[in-house]
C-alpha cells in the first residue's frame, strides 16, 4: 500500500503496571531476567519477534492483555519485586565508590562502539561488548561516569548465510521510536544539537539519551533533515565505509561528542578513549583550550594530562592510519583553529609506514592517541607487552619494557551472561550481597559447597536450552534457502544434550583461526563419532563485510558441518549477536580459542562460559594466559613464538587433539581414576574465573590505576590558568632544543667473571648544553636476560657521575649508561622523549 505517514499510538497502562514504561527504559533490565520476564510473558512470540526489546512489545501488546496481565495477583507480585529491586539499585548510596573513592572526578568515556542488548544493535563484537560492560559496571560501582558513541540507524548488518554457506549482509534501518532512547535536552528543556565542520561543510549532530542503570550513554546522530543525504548516512553504519567516510566518523566521535557534553553541562575531569577511533577528542579539547588564550603546546599538556587511551588490538587492521592528503580533506581547518602548524599537529600523529614499497608518512590514529594522552594501557598483560614493543618507537632509546603503556585485563559483565538458574544456584552458597562483591576472590571460595548433581542439574537445564535455540535457528535457516523437508526436519534432532559440546563463537577475523579445528580431518572425524565419548561443536561468528578470507572460513566450516562424517556433530549457527552469544555461553560445557598468539589481545567470551561452569580450551594468550591455572580449563600449544606459520599451526591443532582425546573427553564421560573430576574443574572455573575476570575487577582497576591518578595530575597542571602545563610545555621546549648539543661520555670498570654480590665502578661525564644538570638523570642500566636494573649515578660536581654498580645474581649482563631530562610532575620518565647512551 502507499504509506502517506505514520503515528505512533502509546500504549495505556493500567497504574498498577503503569512502572513498566519507565523500566523500559533503563538498560537494567538487560542484565536483570526476573525483569525481562515481565515483558517476556506478555507475548511470548512478539517477545522473540522484535529482539526481546521491552520498548517494543508494550508498543505491540493489545490493551486488552495488559489489563489481563494487571489483574493477575502473581504477575503482579513479580512486578513489585522487579521494581523494588530496581528501586533498591537505582537508590542505593553505599556504593563501592561511595565507600572506596569517595569525591572521585568524572569519567567521560568515547567509544565507536556499545554492545548492551541485541535490541540495540550498534556494536560489531568484542570491542563493543567491552565497552556496553564496561557502563554496566561504572553504573553497578557507583562512579561518576559518562559515556559517548554513535546511533548507527542501520546498526553493524543482519548475518546470512546461502544454500552454499556463503555470508551475505543485510542492513535493517532502526526504528527509533521503538528503541530503549529518548531525546536529550538541554538545561533550558530543548532537544539538544551540535554541529562540527566536516571539510567544506557544517554537519548537524542530534543527541540521544539512554539510560544505563545510574549512568547515561549519549549518542550522536547525524540522520536529521538539516543535512545532506550523504551527511545523513554518516551514521548509517558502523565499520561499514571506506575510509573517507571512517575518518568522517571519526571526526564526529571525537569533536561532536565533546560539544555534547558541553551543551548538555556533563562534566569530565578524566576523558578515557576507548580505541584510536576517539583520537580525534583531542582536536576539540585543545580548541577549547587555545580559545581561552593558551598556546598550542601548552593546550596540548593541558589535556593530555587528564586523558587515557586504551588499545585494543596488536593487528594493524585495528591500528587505522590515514594518508595525509586524506586528513587535509577533513581537518585541514583544524591546525589554524589550534594556533598551531599543519606540520606540528601531524607530527603528533605520524607513523611511517610502506605503501607500493616504498616509507610513507601516515597519520595514525593510535599514534595520535598515545600522544594526545599521558596515560595509556593494553588490555592483558601480555597485550601491554606486545603494545610496549608495537609503539616504542615512539621512544628513541627506549627499552621495551620500559615503554609507558600498562595494562589493565579486560573482564566481562557478569550479571549479563550468567544464567538466572546459575545465579539461583550461586545464590545458595554465597552471600546475600555478592551480586555488589563480584571481584572478592575469597567469598567465590563458597563455590566448592556446590554438589556434583547441582551443577550437573543446572548445566543440563541450560545446555536443553540451547540445544533447542539452535535448532530453531537452523530450522530457520534452511526452510529461508529452501532445504529439502528431510534436511528440515533432521533439525529436530540436531545435537544431543548427553554428548561433550564445544562451542567457538567470535569474529571471524583470520587470526583467530576458526578452521584449526579441521586440520586433521580424519582425527577430528575419530574424535567426533568415538562410540564411547562422542563430541559435538557449534561455531558462530561474523565476518567483516570486506573480509572474503573471513568468509571463506564460514563456508569451509559449513561445507564441513554437510559432510556425512560431521552432519549433526558440526553445527554453524548464522546472525551471532549478544543473543546467541549467551544461550553458546550458558549452553556449551566447554569453550574453544585458537588464536593465532601473540594476536588475541584479551578475548572476553571465555570469561562469560566459565561464569556459567564451562572451562576453557585455550591458546595461551590474552586473558587466558592469566586466567589458566592448571585446574581450571586446558591450555592449547606451549608459551613461544614461531616463525613458521605452518609450524605453529601444526604444534597448536596436535595439542588440541592430544588434549580432548586423553583429557577432556575421559574426564567428562568419567574415566578418569584417580584424576580430577568433571564437576571439580566446573567449581574451579567458575572460582576463579567469575572474580578476577569480572567487568567489576576491571572498573575498580581503572579506577584505582588510572582514572583517580589522572584527575589529580589533570586538576595540577589545569589549576591557575593550566600554570604547571606552561611550565611543563616551556621546559620540553627547551630540552628538546638544547638536546642535540649535549654530549655523554661513560666508562666501566667491568671484569670478565664476577661474583654474585660484586660491585663495579662506572664513571660517567655530561656536558649540559645548558640544561640545568638537576634536571638529568644519569643512570647505569643493567640488562640481564632481558630484564632492567637502573641504578643512578650520583653527581660529584662539574659533569661528573659515577656509582658502584652491584651485580646481585649470577648471569650474563650487558651494563650501559644513558641520561635523561627529567622534572617534578612529569606523568612518566620518558615524557620528554629524549634519551641519550654513552
Known amino acids: 500500500m502507499n504509506v502517506i505517514g505514520k503515528v505512533t499510538v502509546l500504549p495505556q497502562l493500567p497504574p498498577s503496571i503503569a512502572r513498566l514504561s519507565e523500566l523500559a527504559y533503563n538498560l537494567y533490565w538487560s542484565w536483570t531476567p526476573h525483569a525481562q520476564a515481565l515483558y517476556e510473558e506478555l507475548d511470548a512470540p512478539n517477545w522473540e519477534r522484535f529482539q526481546h526489546n521491552p520498548v517494543r512489545q508494550l508498543l505491540e501488546v493489545p490493551q486488552a492483555r495488559l489489563e489481563q496481565a494487571a489483574a493477575d495477583p502473581a504477575y503482579l507480585a513479580r512486578y513489585a519485586k522487579v521494581m523494588a529491586d530496581f528501586d533498591a539499585y537505582m537508590g542505593k548510596q553505599d556504593t563501592w565508590a561511595a565507600k572506596n573513592a569517595a569525591g572521585m572526578k568524572p569519567v567521560a568515556y568515547f567509544s565507536m562502539e556499545y554492545a548492551f542488548h541485541e535490541s540495540l544493535p550498534i556494536y560489531s563484537g568484542g570491542l563493543g561488548v567491552l565497552a556496553g560492560d564496561h557502563c554496566k559496571s561504572a553504573s553497578d560501582l557507583g562512579i561518576p561516569f559518562t559515556a559517548v558513541g554513535m546511533l548507527f540507524h542501520q546498526g553493524y548488518f543482519r548475518q546470512l548465510f546461502d544454500k552454499d554457506g556463503w555470508q551475505n549482509e543485510a542492513y535493517d534501518e532502526l526504528d527509533l521510536t521503538t528503541l530503549p532512547i529518548t531525546p536529550a535536552l538541554t538545561e533550558k528543556g530543548e532537544e539538544a544539537r551540535v554541529k562540527v565542520r566536516i571539510g567544506e561543510r557544517d554537519v548537524h549532530v542530534r543527541i540521544w539519551n539512554l539510560n544505563v542503570g545510574r549512568i547515561k550513554v549519549l549518542l550522536l546522530d547525524t540522520n536529521v533533515p538539516e543535512n545532506s543525504e550523504d551527511d545523513r548516512k554518516l551514521t548509517a553504519r558502523l565499520y561499514g565505509g ?35 577511533h576517539a583520537a580525534l577528542l583531542g582536536l576539540e579539547r585543545t580548541r577549547e583550550y587555545v580559545a581561552r588564550g593558551l598556546d598550542f603546546k601548552t593546550a596540548l599538556e593541558t589535556v593530555a594530562s587528564s586523558t587515557l587511551f586504551t588499545t585494543h588490538t596488536p593487528v594493524a587492521a585495528g591500528n587505522d592510519a590515514f594518508a595525509y592528503d586524506l586528513m587535509d580533506r577533513y581537518i585541514g581547518a583544524w591546525p589554524a583553529q589550534l594556533a598551531t602548524s599543519r606540520d606540528e599537529l601531524y607530527r603528533l600523529a605520524e607513523h611511517e609506514q610502506m605503501w607500493d614499497g616504498h616509507p610513507v608518512p601516515t597519520f595514525s590514529m593510535t599514534v595520535f592517541a598515545l600522544n594526545m594522552s599521558r596515560a595509556a594501557n593494553g ?162 561468528g561474523k565476518a567483516h563485510p570486506a573480509d572474503n578470507p573471513g568468509k571463506s572460513f564460514i563456508q569451509e566450516i559449513y561445507k564441513i558441518s554437510q559432510e556425512p562424517e560431521f552432519r549433526g556433530k558440526i553445527v554453524i549457527l548464522e546472525n551471532y549477536d549478544m543473543h546467541v552469544a549467551r544461550h553458546l555461553v550458558q549452553g556449551v560445557d566447554i569453550w574453544l580459542n585458537n588464536p593465532r598468539r601473540p594476536l588475541e589481545a584479551s578475548g572476553t567470551s571465555g570469561m562469560k562460559a566459565s561464569f556459567n561452569g564451562s572451562p576453557n580450551l585455550s591458546i595461551l594468550d590474552g586473558w587466558w594466559r592469566e586466567g589458566f591455572d592448571g585446574t581450571n580449563g586446558w591450555p592449547i600449544g606451549e608459551e613461544r613464538e614461531y616463525a613458521d606459520l605452518n609450524v605453529q599451526d601444526d604444534a597448536d591443532a596436535f595439542s588440541m587433539y592430544h588434549t580432548l582425546e586423553t583429557d577432556i573427553t575421559p574426564r567428562y564421560y568419567g574415566g578418569l581414576s584417580g584424576q580430577p573430576t568433571w564437576a571439580s574443574t566446573v ?70 667473571t664476577a661474583r654474585p654480590g660484586q660491585s663495579v665502578p662506572v664513571t660517567a661525564q655530561v656536558n649540559p648544553a645548558g640544561i640545568n644538570l638537576d634536571e638529568l638523570r644519569v643512570e647505569a642500566v643493567l640488562n640481564r636476560g632481558g630484564h632492567l636494573t637502573h641504578v643512578p649515578l650520583v653527581s660529584r660536581g662539574g659533569g661528573t657521575y659515577s656509582a658502584e654498580i652491584p651485580l646481585k645474581d649470577s648471569g650474563l649482563y650487558s651494563v650501559g649508561v644513558r641520561m635523561l631530562p627529567v622534572i617534578d610532575g612529569l606523568s612518566n620518565d620518558l615524557e620528554a622523549g629524549l634519551i641519550k647512551w654513552a
Do not use: C
Open 683 to 752: 567449581r574451579r572455573a567458575i572460582q576463579t574465573v567469575s572474580p578476577r575476570f569480572s567487568m567489576q575487577r576491571q572498573v575498580i582497576d581503572y579506577v584505582q590505576k588510572y582514572y583517580r591518578p589522572i584527575a589529580e595530575r589533570g586538576a595540577t597542571l589545569a589549576s591557575g590558568n593550566s600554570t604547571r602545563a606552561r611550565e611543563i610545555a616551556a621546559w620540553k621546549g627547551w630540552v628538546r632544543q638544547q638536546w642535540p648539543y649535549t654530549t655523554l661520555t661513560a666508562t666501566a670498570q667491568l671484569p670478565a
Open 242 to 276: 571506506n575510509q573517507e567516510l571512517r575518518v568522517q566518523q571519526y571526526v564526529l566521535l571525537g569533536v561532536a561528542g565533546i560539544r555534547a557534553l558541553r551543551v548538555l553541562n556533563v562534566p569530565g575531569d578524566v576523558y578515557h578513549m576507548n580505541e584510536g
Open 379 to 540: 588490555v592483558s598483560e601480555l597485550h601491554g607487552e606486545v603494545s610496549r614493543d608495537m609503539w616504542k618507537f615512539l621512544y628513541p632509546g627506549a627499552q621495551t619494557e620500559e615503554v609507558p603503556i600498562g595494562h589493565v585485563t579486560n573482564g566481562a559483565h557478569n550479571l549479563t551472561f550468567t544464567s538466572q538458574a546459575m545465579r539461583d544456584l550461586l545464590g545458595t552458597v554465597l552471600p546475600a550481597d555478592w551480586t555488589e562483591r563480584l571481584e572478592d576472590e575469597q567469598m567465590w571460595e563458597a563455590v566448592e559447597k556446590l554438589t556434583d548433581q547441582q551443577l550437573q542439574d543446572v548445566q543440563r537445564d541450560m545446555k536443553r536450552d540451547m540445544i533447542t535455540f539452535v535448532r530453531g535457528r537452523m530450522r530457520e535457516q534452511m526452510l529461508r534457502n529452501g532445504a529439502s523437508a528431510a534436511d528440515v526436519a533432521a533439525t529436530d534432532t540436531l545435537l544431543d544434550e548427553n554428548t561433550l559440546t564445544i562451542g567457538f563463537a567470535r569474529r571471524f577475523a583470520t587470526y583467530k583461526r576458526a578452521t584449526l579445528l579441521f586440520r586433521d580431518k580424519a582425527r577430528l572425524s575419530r574424535i567426533v563419532n568415538h562410540p564411547e565419548r562422542p563430541v559435538q561443536f557449534v561455531f558462530a
